[in-house]
């Protein structure tokens, strides 16, 4: 279907409540969280007969000789089946398999953006255990790993034996070990804190399903003791004797006693575990449990008892939910990615003890580990402490995959699992980094120091435009700055009205009126004072004043009133920076503006310059821009490898461009000795090693350039369309180098979500400028 042809998909209603928000966001604008992808391409006649019939008979025919064949010439080896048939969902209980499908397209989700891995989610009318036995196993040619999620226990423990025993790749209950391994690290860690020793500590649990004895199991082998665990269920205690609602999995840890509900056991307690159901612990409850107490509400969506409460209730706990906006997040999401990462890197033939043992170790030893600059921006910048609100990395932490992987890798390698043990760990290392910064989660640490900045006032100069106050209302919702907007208070009331925002102005946010504004005569002085020499007089600076809304932003800017403006969502690019350089100027130092993209695409992140600005850099301005985009760069927790690019590679053309480039490579290295930097090249020598080494095996240049440097605006601005369209990318930017204070001048096909990342970038902007330009 075409672009053209395709359904407009309607807006998301501002005011929803979050229900109503997922539901649109599941819906638009294509049904549902996945699709599949070639990755081959099959342009010609050539290409079919290579990937359908004929050609396709030598691998069939390779792998039917030597089966491990199949992951050399097949996707097996990165494709995990999420398999569920929804006879327990999150905590929504027994909603069958196909309600259950958005949950599992969820985890293949988070399959490949955490961990780059594949997934088919497979929803299946099976809820007996026979039939999820038999099917699931008749799955095997077609995959590298089963994932079972959501199976309601005690089925789940006999099905995923059953299947670990019949099948010759990884089976993997993520509500069991998934939240196993994540619980272990954070019981290690609370209880180091605590000052105590696992084999002392009183357990109690409330759930006795699949989450909550896996925990046990792995807690058990950890060292703490059976007989200081007590167990509840929807009945209560699980104890000897009990004979209704009772299975040999919870048998394993019936207490001898006559107390038969949580309010009797709970005292003394030092770990409370839930992995049960929302709202089952009383804040009265929590009196009664030892010092230090751990508490961990792990049900989802809504926790055994809310953070706040248990809080109020026992100052001195630590707390744990399976939620992202509370600290310590217990959530599987930690574990399976990676471990399922690590597992199929080295072709396990199952996940043992020893593989979840040093996820266990790796994720515990992560969170007192310092953090790393990179690391902090998942953060909102700051640098977590190993502490109370600290006892486990948060999801979005960059090093999971790189301390997990390698860990579960060697333990399968050490205990003779692993079909293709990892040879080279540097390298395999070196593979998973260029993974995590390709990940798309490339504007995270943005938002996080964007959160956490102070400078965070952002002047809109098309304040009365709809992607506007769309961008306004996500951004005070999402507490990422603080927008002022500039245009007439009653369109801008009225528009609100129209398009449901429930944000409101001098309420929720500033409003400039240019057509009234105390501040008035003041913006008129300073502009006149900075414009008075360049043909404009009096009369015409109140005029402009009155009219551009761009000036107001940027006077505003460098009066101190905002500290950062968003323009050009209206209106032409060079208008705009014309206003921006008269009133905000450059910074000290520096030649000229420049724009920077980014391309967020399915392959990765990339960042091209110049976009927007130079129809004709010269040398010097090339090497000045490739050092700003450098620097802004840096921003993103990214650490920037540039190529200077154009027709010519390392000198096999000799034309204007190809020596201007040359020229700016030794004056980049001159200025910026420790930017990794090369050119000048062919685009094709950026991004492969391979081609570059071929030409110049030398290159200082390593892997794939993530800063691309042209010779001119038509080459850069061209590309950037081409790549955007053809790819589907989303691009992040313009974004202005150069300017003394930050401004950024948008284009008109800015969507709001565009508004939104622009004036995230801004406010860290505000906050962290100059990160090491040097004139
Ligand atoms: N944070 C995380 O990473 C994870 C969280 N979870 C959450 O844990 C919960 C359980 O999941 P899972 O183990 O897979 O499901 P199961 O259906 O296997 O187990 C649910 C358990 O909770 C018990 N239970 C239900 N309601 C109550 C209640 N009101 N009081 C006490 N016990 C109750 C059940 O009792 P009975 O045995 O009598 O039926 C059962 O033992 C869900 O909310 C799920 O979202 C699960 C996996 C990971
Ligand atoms: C997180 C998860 O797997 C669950 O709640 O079921
Ligand atoms: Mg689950």
Request: a negative charge.
């Given at each position: ?12 209603p501002?005011?929803a ?25 099959l342009?010609n006649q ?10 396709v008979a ?6 039917r000789?030597?089966?491990d064949m199949?992951?050399?010439?097949t996707?097996?080896?990165?494709l995990?089946?999420?398999v569920?048939?929804?006879s ?46 038999s ?7 077609t995959?590298?790993?089963?994932n079972l ?11 995923e ?6 099948m ?9 070990h998934?939240?196993a ?7 290690l ?15 109690v649990?409330?759930g ?5 004895l ?7 082998s ?5 007989e ?7 009945e ?17 840890y ?22 049960s159901?929302?709202?089952v ?20 969506p ?22 992202s906006?509370f ?16 597992a ?5 033939r199952?996940?043992?003890e ?14 007192r ?5 990179v690391?902090?921006?998942a ?5 977590p ?9 948060s999801?979005f ?5 790189l ?32 993974f995590v910064w ?10 996080s ?23 306004a209302?996500?951004?005070?919702e999402?507490?990422?700055?603080t ?16 398009f449901g ?19 008035y005569?003041?913006?008129v ?6 414009v ?5 007089n009096p ?8 009219t ?42 520096v ?9 967020i ?13 130079n129809?004709?850099p010269s ?10 985009a ?23 053309r ?15 290295r ?8 090369d ?6 020598s ?19 350039a ?9 080459a ?5 369309g081409l ?7 989303l ?7 150069g300017a003394a204070q ?19 970038l ?11 330009f040097?004139?």
């Amino acid at each position: 279907m075409n672009a053209q042809d395709k359904p407009k998909a309607p807006t998301m209603p501002v005011s929803a409540d979050l229900d109503e928000q997922a539901l649109f966001f599941h819906r638009y604008p294509r049904p549902g969280k996945l699709e599949i992808q070639a990755t081959k391409p099959l342009g010609n006649q050539r290409d079919l007969a290579l990937a359908y019939s004929p050609g396709v008979a030598a691998p069939c025919l390779a792998i039917r000789d030597n089966p491990d064949m199949a992951a050399d010439y097949t996707a097996r080896a990165n494709l995990v089946a999420v398999v569920s048939n929804g006879s327990a969902v999150l905590g929504l209980g027994n909603i069958g398999p196909l309600a259950s499908k958005p949950v599992m397209e969820g985890k293949a989700v988070l399959f490949k953006k955490f961990a780059g891995i594949d997934v088919f989610d497979i929803e299946i009318d099976a809820p007996g255990i026979e039939a999820m036995v038999s099917t699931v196993s008749a799955l095997e040619p077609t995959f590298g790993g089963i994932n079972l999620e959501d199976i309601k226990s005690p089925e789940c423990f006999e099905v995923e034996r059953r299947l670990r025993e019949k099948m010759n790749i990884p089976v993997f209950h993520d509500d069991q070990h998934g939240t196993a391994i994540i619980v272990a690290a954070a019981v290690l860690n609370g209880l180091e804190l605590a000052g105590k020793n696992i084999a002392d500590v009183k357990i109690v649990t409330s759930g006795a399903g699949a989450a909550a004895l896996a925990c046990l199991h792995l807690l058990v082998s950890l060292g703490a003791k059976k007989e200081n665990i007590w167990v509840h269920d929807i009945e209560g205690l699980v104890y000897d004797g009990r004979n209704t609602l009772m299975d040999e999995w919870k048998e394993i840890y019936t207490q001898k006693s006559d107390k038969r509900v949580l309010a009797d056991s709970i005292g003394g307690a030092d770990v409370f575990l839930g992995l049960s159901a929302a709202g089952v612990l009383k804040p009265e409850l929590l009196e009664q449990m030892a010092d230090k107490p751990l508490i961990m509400a792990l049900a989802n969506p809504t926790p055994e008892i809310m953070p706040e409460l248990a809080r109020a209730a026992r100052p001195d706990a630590m707390i744990c939910t399976g939620r992202s906006d509370f600290p310590n997040q217990v959530n599987n999401v930690l574990c399976f990615p990676y471990i399922f990462r690590g597992a199929l890197d080295c072709g396990a033939r199952t996940i043992n003890e020893e593989m979840k043992m040093a996820a266990v170790k790796a994720i515990a030893a992560l969170a007192r580990e310092e953090v790393s600059d990179v690391a902090a921006r998942a953060y909102s910048g700051e640098s977590p402490i190993f502490g109370a609100d600290y006892l486990i990395p948060s999801p979005f932490d960059p090093r999971l995959i790189l301390r997990i992987a390698p860990a579960v890798a060697k333990a399968a390698a050490e205990t003779g699992v692993a079909a293709r043990p990892i040879q080279d760990f540097e390298a395999y290392l070196d593979q998973l980094n260029r993974f995590v910064w390709r990940s798309g989660f490339v504007m995270k640490p943005i938002f996080s120091a964007a959160k956490v900045s102070e400078k965070n006032r952002v002047i809109f100069a098309e304040g009365e435009d709809e992607r506007v106050l769309r961008a306004a209302q996500v951004l005070l919702e999402e507490k990422t700055a603080t927008p002022i907007l500039i245009g007439r208070p009653s369109v801008i009331e009225a528009r609100l009205a129209r398009f449901g925002i429930r944000i409101r102005p001098n309420v929720d946010f500033a409003v400039v009126n240019p057509e009234d504004d105390p501040r008035y005569r003041d913006y008129v002085d300073e502009y006149f004072a900075l414009v008075g020499r360049e043909g404009i007089n009096p009369e015409a600076a109140r005029t402009i004043v009155r009219t551009n809304n761009t000036v107001i932003g940027a006077l505003a800017v460098k009066r101190g009133d905002a500290d950062a403006l968003i323009c050009g969502v209206e209106g032409r690019y060079d208008k705009h920076l014309s206003d921006v350089n008269q009133i905000i100027g450059k910074r000290p130092g520096v030649c000229a503006f420049s724009g920077l993209s980014l391309v967020i695409s399915q392959r990765g992140a990339m960042f091209f310059t110049d976009t927007f600005v130079n129809y004709n850099p010269s040398a010097q301005e090339i090497a000045e821009i490739t050092i700003l985009a450098a620097e802004e760069i840096r921003r993103f927790g990214i650490t920037p490898k540039a190529a200077l690019i154009c027709h010519s590679n390392f000198g096999s053309r000799d034309s204007e461009s190809a020596q201007k480039m040359r020229a700016a490579l030794k004056l980049v290295r001159q200025r910026a000795p420790e930017l990794e930097v090369d050119g000048e090249m062919q685009g094709g020598s950026a991004l492969s090693e391979t081609l570059r080494k071929r030409a110049m095996p030398d290159s200082s240049l390593t892997g794939e350039a993530n800063l691309l440097v042209f010779p001119n605006l038509d080459a850069a601005n061209i590309s950037l369309g081409l790549v955007r369209n053809l790819t589907d990318a989303l691009h992040v930017g313009p974004i202005l180098l150069g300017a003394a204070q930050p401004a950024h001048i948008l284009s008109s096909s800015v969507t709001s979500r565009g508004v939104v990342n622009m004036a995230a970038l801004a406010v860290v902007e505000a906050s962290q400028p100059n990160l090491q330009f040097q004139s």
